[in-house]
């Protein structure tokens, strides 16, 4: 078996991208941490860290990073099931990071009081867009992710979370400038500029085809907030898919405005969690349905 | 010269990741976008463009598409010198797209203004840690960036904006949990949970040097997002560095405290452009200037 104090070094130097803060995060001397990683890698007979600025993974050294938080989760499900959980001074050191993927507007409106109400996790956000989450548990980079792909992973469980809903909005000022009437017709929407999250975000396309019949629009800016992305509708440089959740108040007090009123698009959204720690990831499964049902709607 | 319909299909498949969705973008065919960067890459004699998904740029797709840029900067002056900018029905079309590098946090308090104010300009944002922002700018990947770092990269002018005030925050049930006698000792923070915004986020350990006289920190959630951030904090997942504007409603109605109050950690930023389109981007450079003054403080 491998040294688990080996283990814990390698995961340490990936996740704080030096054997610099490695070390402080171990509270050990950095020749310590650079000793473990040798072992390991003598032991496994290949490089596992890319000396760079920040350190990287190999593919081996990707692989044996997932090996730590997996045995990470597991001791604790055994310390929990034999009452040894929460007993020393210096419990924190014994939590086990959990390194998912979550789409940027997951964040932003249910996703952290998922994690709130789990004790004794640390988290590892890797965010990406919902369209391309699932890809990072594909390749073994994540443990869980929030995708809005219903295909289980090879390996993997899926469970569906519910929708957010997507509001087509801009300020009244960019309404009016560039939809003067009031109505918002193609030919316009090919020059009002558009805001784009990043290259992966095909909302305000898929939503100008499903309201306007045209997979067209304007100019772009790229901004890749989702509070960026609200802050810049209301100062009135795009039009934008934003989550109902991040601006009902704007839209209350007419900061904002729906392109087409009555017209949301709807993301179904899936919990995937691989299967080798599902079940010690169970509190954290109930606690991210729970969250979400708070918020999200009902997949139609 | 390269032709200007060439180098747009060339930014337009970079920006957008795909052929498909660049020919969306500027309304032509796909194949007419196939074309336009084959004879471009005919012309220049070497790939630009990485067939992946999503597209990337080669060494020499990335310098054209730097120069494609420049070049809508440097026409859109021209048109405003010349009295010919806004008279086109679709004026959309020529306005420029500027890549720039931005510090999460300037973006979530400050930056947005700084972009509203600005007319006929299009915003590609790639968001860095204010220690490596400046990078970008280095490598040409960007135009102009928001950094830390006082030192002009080569061939760009810097000045200085402000300092960006920080507070170490945690939520009240989090002190008291943690740090129990309402007095904060190095060995506790060793223990409480952090939040550390990814691996090139130096604030937490920076402000525990100078505050408690200690490097170390607690075991670290990782949360590469701004809001999200003092989300985690008011929820009790651990303390963390937070952007005064971002929290001052929160240390108001007492869902935050300082762990320390009267220690805040200040972060000078500068503005830094490329000097060969620094003429074209002065009422930028105005904005950004007016904006960061109306939330940072003056450079101590």
């Not at 730590?68 to 939590?95: H, I, K, P």
Request: proline share 6%; hydrophobic share 45%; with cysteine.
């Amino acid at each position: 078996m491998f040294d688990p104090a080996q283990l814990s070094a390698l995961a340490a130097v990936l996740r704080s991208g030096s054997f610099e803060r490695a070390a402080q995060m171990l509270h050990v001397t950095q020749s310590a941490i650079s000793q473990r990683v040798r072992q390991l890698e003598e032991q496994v007979g290949t490089p596992l860290i890319i000396r760079s600025q920040p350190c990287r993974a190999t593919e081996a050294g990707e692989r044996l990073f997932r090996h730590a938080e997996e045995l990470q989760l597991l001791e604790q499900g055994v310390r929990r099931d034999l009452g040894l959980a929460g007993q020393s001074e210096n419990e924190t050191q014994t939590w086990p990071t959990l390194r998912l993927a979550v789409n940027a507007d997951s964040l932003a409106t249910w996703f952290v009081p998922a994690m709130a109400a789990v004790e004794g996790v640390l988290f590892d956000l890797v965010i990406d867009d919902q369209d391309h989450s699932a890809e990072w548990l594909q390749r073994g980079e994540v443990r869980a992710a929030i995708s809005g792909s219903p295909r289980a992973v090879q390996g993997c469980d899926c469970r569906p979370l519910g929708a957010l809903r997507y509001l087509a909005t801009a300020s009244p000022a960019y309404i009016e400038r560039w939809f003067g009437d009031g109505k918002v017709a193609p030919a316009e929407v090919r020059v009002a500029p558009v805001i784009t999250f990043n290259a992966k975000d095909r909302l305000q396309t898929r939503w100008a085809e499903m309201a306007l019949g045209t997979t067209v629009t304007g100019p772009s800016h790229w901004l890749p907030s989702s509070h960026a992305f609200v802050d810049a509708a209301i100062a009135g440089l795009g039009w934008g898919m934003n989550p109902e959740p991040l601006v009902s108040h704007a839209l209350a007090d007419g900061r904002l405005c729906e392109l087409v009123p009555g017209q949301p698009l709807d993301v179904p959204l899936y919990w995937h969690v691989s299967r080798s720690i599902s079940a010690a990831l169970k509190p954290l499964t109930a606690s991210v349905i729970r969250a979400a049902s708070a918020v999200l709607r009902p997949i139609g």
